[in-house]
């Protein structure tokens, strides 16, 4: 499952250098597929969605730091814990139950974001 930053974020920062796959945005920042990926132009996304990897994306939130689910791996294929969770000093990052995905699903997103 993806990682969701709760409201008790105190916007400190921490965990958006550690995310391996630069899924976590500053609050009301547009992210894109492209950031911190090999990724770029048209892309076909895991789902069938065709996408431009180098637009700009609607924010997930406006207000505090976010997680991208698309992008998040929950570290799979880097480390043995999400990073974000381990730095956050405040403990909001946690497991998003409306993204719940197994194993292999986020290896398998792991080797689409980093081309391997």
Not at 10 to 29: F, H, K, L, M, S
């Amino acid at each position: 499952m993806a990682i969701i930053i709760t409201d008790e974020c105190i916007n400190c920062g921490a965990c958006e250098p550690e995310c391996p796959n630069t899924a976590i945005y500053e609050g009301a920042d547009d992210w894109r597929w492209k950031d911190g990926t090999r990724l770029s132009g048209k892309i076909i996304l895991p789902d069938g969605t065709e996408v431009d990897a180098d637009a700009a994306q609607t924010p997930v939130s406006d207000d505090i730091y976010y997680i991208v689910p698309g992008k998040c791996t929950e570290c799979k294929g880097f480390h043995d814990e999400p990073q974000c969770a381990a730095v956050c000093p405040v403990d909001c990052c946690v497991p998003d139950d409306n993204h719940v995905e197994d194993e292999e699903t986020l290896l398998n997103r792991q080797s689409f974001l980093h081309n391997e």
